[in-house]
């Protein structure tokens, strides 16, 4: 599984990483970085919830 941005959508909003801080970071400016782009399978179900959370639609996992 890979997780994948839009960084043309991302906003930095956060709320992936209030709902997965192992595997996103929100910096100083607001610029969200993926700590982790190719997470175990035992992580889909958080990861697909965080991914759901983003107001904007810039997350989605492949594979």
Do not use: T
Request: aromatic content about 4%; hydrophobic content about 40%; charged content about 35%.
């Amino acid at each position: 599984m890979r997780i994948v941005v839009d960084r043309d959508k991302c906003e930095g909003v956060g709320m992936c990483e209030s709902m997965a801080h192992e595997f996103f970071e929100l910096d100083d400016d607001d610029v969200m970085h993926v700590l982790d782009e190719n997470p175990g399978e035992e992580h889909r179900k958080e990861l697909s919830a965080a991914v759901a959370s983003c107001p904007v639609l810039a997350l989605s996992l492949e594979g």
